[in-house]
T-cell receptor, first 112, second 111 residues
Framework: EAGVVQSPRYKIIEKKQPVAFWCNPI?????LYWYLQNLGQGPELLIR????????DSQLPKDRFSAERLKGVDSTLKIQPAELGDSAVYLC??????????FGPGTRLTVL | GDSVTQMEGPVTLSEEAFLTINCTYT??????LFWYVQYPGEGLQLLLK?????DKGSNKGFEATYRKETTSFHLEKGSVQVSDSAVYFC??????????FGAGTRLTVKP
């Protein structure tokens, strides 16, 4: 069974540019999560979807971050414009309801 | 709010040494507890979990017991291998399945 797929794996951009990350969850998993992982720290939740509905986006900086999960499957996380402090790893995870979360390999973003 | 505190690293051990990584938690309810492992360049992989007090999670020689009286979930392995070198994260999830992670402990095992 395929795991959570994320792309790109690495992205380098200049500040003020937009960037987007894509996530394809495990087939059948209705819950999808985006996490931010700063260097040397544990992941922190940005947003959680149940099917296509964002049920927890309290930690998402809405002035520059946006996310969508059309049709309740794939999801895209966007940053516009990116700032130097956004350099981090962006992790996507999925679960079947409230069961165990499974993580993708992450996208490492570097903002110059 | 709920939180997880885990032993600061890095931890360096020789092959076949005994491993303990301490993890304590603060939670208002009865969370599920997890250990995730992150190998270099990869995402987090579930190592083991326990969903209620006194449960023991185990996998690949690693064990952790959910201790409600000490609010702990320490990770142990009797004999580590070089291939166990990774970053280990302790985490909890509440009823809403919101995960809280510790800061991670980097383990290096030398031959």
């Amino acid at each position: 069974e395929a795991g959570v797929v994320q792309s790109p794996r690495y992205k380098i951009i200049e500040k003020k540019q937009p960037v987007a990350f894509w996530c394809n969850p495990i087939s059948g998993h209705n819950t999808l999560y985006w996490y931010l992982q700063n260097l040397g720290q544990g992941p922190e939740l940005l947003i959680r979807y149940e099917n296509e509905e964002a049920v927890d986006d309290s930690q998402l900086p809405k002035d520059r971050f946006s996310a969508e999960r059309l049709k309740g499957v794939d999801s895209t996380l966007k940053i516009q414009p990116a700032e130097l402090g956004d350099s981090a790893v962006y992790l996507c995870a999925s679960s079947l309801g409230e069961d165990t979360q499974y993580f993708g390999p992450g996208t490492r973003l570097t903002v110059l | 709010g709920d939180s997880v505190t885990q032993m600061e690293g890095p931890v360096t051990l020789s092959e076949e040494a005994f491993l303990t990584i301490n993890c304590t938690y603060t939670a208002t309810g009865y969370p599920s507890l997890f250990w995730y492992v992150q190998y270099p360049g990869e995402g987090l992989q579930l190592l083991l979990k326990a969903t209620k007090a006194d449960d023991k999670g185990s996998n690949k020689g690693f064990e952790a017991t959910y201790r409600k009286e000490t609010t702990s979930f320490h990770l142990e392995k009797g004999s580590v291998q070089v291939s166990d070198s990774a970053v280990y994260f302790c985490a909890l999830s509440d009823l809403a399945n919101d995960m809280r992670f510790g800061a991670g402990t980097r383990l290096t095992v030398k031959p």
